[in-house]
């Protein structure tokens, strides 16, 4: 809904969360970060007159926007958002603002769960920069944010992030509620099997997956086009989703479906959350959610290696 993926109209917008609210669900996430402010815009737009009851609603904190620099702007700007440009800042007094800022896009000022966002290195360049910003957050937000939880401000305290290890370090840690994990479980990685997700449940921390899809791959196949972690896919992956495909094809079932499904029969993972840009694409993941797969489909992955014997499958 921010535009950084590509021009979305403000009627499509409107279709699309539309077709969302019809078809019964109800939790929305967005961020100061996606589109510079404008998915939150579009997001309150939509939300801010329903009953507040109605939906389970998060955002992130981590960064707050000031206005773009259009003499000077920031060498790393993405394309496609409002003029603002993102600030760093996981100190307190910066998590209120990025909090505050949030609430008046947004237009509401209950938010159910506030995500301390991309504390990694994938986003901070190295482990040492990203091992500097933890400290930042333990020292100034989290603790804020348990402030926060405590007065009853906002109900619930999570992280999003897209590396294991990290996501590992918040889990030991702190006392979160929940994790927006981005592309670790899916149908090509099962590696939090191992530590995390067992931390997770030992914990009580509940798992919202983000990007199933791997970035997209296992929703397009391999191709000039697909991406894998927001770049281009390397030749294992391209490998492993073709004969991921090749099994789909055996058993009847769309490989889309199978990755959109597979995460939520871990008993720590409570959401998936997809994304999708148009009413299209949020009637395909309809779609896939309802397709029944045969038990064969998850028992022939495990025998042909592409998925570990002891991941849980949806029955």
């Known amino acids: ?68 620099n259009h003499n000077a702007p920031p060498a790393d700007l993405r394309p496609g958002g409002l003029p603002f440009q993102p600030q760093f800042d996981y100190s307190a007094s910066g998590t209120h603002k990025s909090l505050e800022q949030s609430m008046m896009r947004l237009g509401i000022s209950e938010i159910d769960i506030v995500y301390i966002h991309d504390v990694d290195v994938y986003t901070h360049g190295s482990v040492e920069a990203a091992d500097q910003r933890y400290r930042e957050v333990m020292e100034g937000c989290y603790p804020e944010l348990e402030k926060l939880r405590s007065a009853g401000v906002i109900k619930a ?10 996501a590992l370090r918040f889990a030991t840690d702190t006392d979160i509620d929940c994790m927006l994990l981005a592309g670790r479980y899916t149908l090509l990685e099962q590696v939090p099997l191992d530590a995390l997700l067992p931390k997770c449940l030992e914990r009580s921390i509940s798992i919202v997956l983000g990007g199933p899809y791997n970035s997209g ?37 769309n490989l889309i479906a199978a990755a959109l499904q597979f995460p939520l029969a871990h008993e720590s993972v409570v ?37 570990r014997a002891d991941a849980p499958v949806p029955a």
């Not at 109209?9 to 019964?24: F, K, N």
């Not at 770049?231 to 492993?240: E, N, T």
């Not at 073709?242 to 099994?247: E, N, P, R, S």
């Open 271 to 307: 959401s998936v959350i997809p994304g999708a840009m148009n009413s299209a694409e949020q009637q395909a993941n309809f779609a896939a959610m309802n397709e029944p797969i045969p038990v064969a489909f998850w028992q022939d992955l495990i025998a042909r290696d592409l998925l």
């Open 157 to 166: 305290i999570g992280v999003g992030i897209n590396e294991t290890e990290r």
């Open 1 to 68: 809904m921010g535009g950084f993926r590509g021009v979305i109209s403000e009627h499509e917008v409107a279709l699309t969360l539309q077709l969302v609210r019809d078809s019964g669900l109800n939790y929305f996430d967005t961020s100061p970060y996606y589109g510079y402010g404008r998915s939150e815009l579009r997001v309150g737009q939509f939300l801010r007159d329903l009953p507040r009851a109605s939906y389970v609603l998060s955002t992130k904190v981590g960064r707050w926007m000031e206005p773009l």
């Open 217 to 253: 791959v296992l929703a397009t196949g391999p191709g000039d086009n697909a991406k894998y972690d927001y770049g281009a896919v390397p030749d294992h992956i391209a490998g492993r989703v073709i004969a991921l495909q090749d099994v789909c094809a055996r058993h009847g079932v």
